[in-house]
T-cell receptor, first 110, second 112 residues
């Protein structure tokens, strides 16, 4: 399987701190996507970064992509209790498949 | 409201009893996909469809069937469910294979 991996598996921070999650993947990609999942519910798309982009911002989210290292990171600035969720990266390959990582469980303590 | 709907949301069944999980989207999306989510394994793609009458295997297709007779619907069929298919299933759709996907709320399936 071409699943990616997120690091760390779990992260606990205080409200107001920044949270950084890392993602590694295995083969060449068209794009890399980040999703958020509240416990047991559907995934919600956060941000998509194309293979020719190195950095992208959306509100308090900042995503970087390093295709030479086959890695990406998601930074959430000024975290809030409502950011508590699991975060998944998903690598989109040329063969139509979207491969998800195993997720980072983020807990933001009020 | 733009959405992906799945039914049922919860299902408990027994080994070998055929079942269908429906998925419908109202966004006129061409691409639809099914995933299963298991603890420690993340989401794995079961089948996907690029358009009507076009389906293809994902990462873990064994034991599943799909069909895409209409653009909006993409049902997942388990002809003879087994306990190892107990999982949380998600349907998703997008404008194309390289765009962000919109997920349904999930179907929690238990096979006894």
């Amino acid at each position: 399987s071409q699943q990616g991996e997120e690091d760390p598996q779990a992260l606990s921070i205080q409200e107001g701190e920044n949270a950084t999650m890392n993602c590694s993947y295995k083969t060449s990609i068209n794009n890399l996507q980040w999703y958020r999942q509240n416990s047991g519910r559907g995934l919600v798309h956060l941000i998509l970064i194309r293979s020719n982009e190195r950095e992208k911002h959306s509100g308090r989210l900042r995503v970087t992509l390093d295709t030479s290292k086959k890695s990406s990171s998601l930074l959430i600035t000024a975290s809030r209790a409502a950011d508590t969720a699991s975060y998944f990266c998903a690598s989109q390959t040329g063969a139509n498949n979207l491969f998800f990582g195993t997720g980072t469980r983020l807990t933001v303590i009020p | 409201e733009a959405q992906v709907t799945q039914n049922p949301r919860y299902l408990i069944t027994v080994t070998g009893k055929k079942l269908t999980v429906t998925c419908s989207q109202n966004m006129n999306h061409e691409y639809m996909s099914w995933y299963r989510q298991d603890p420690g394994l993340g989401l794995r793609q079961i089948y996907y469809s690029m358009n009507v009458e076009v389906t293809d295997k994902g990462d873990v297709p064994e034991g599943y069937k799909v069909s895409r007779k209409e653009k909006r619907n993409f049902p997942l069929i388990l002809e003879s469910p087994s306990p190892n298919q107990t999982s949380l299933y998600f349907c998703a759709s997008s404008l194309s294979k390289v765009r962000e996907q919109f997920f349904g709320p999930g179907t929690r399936l238990t096979v006894l």
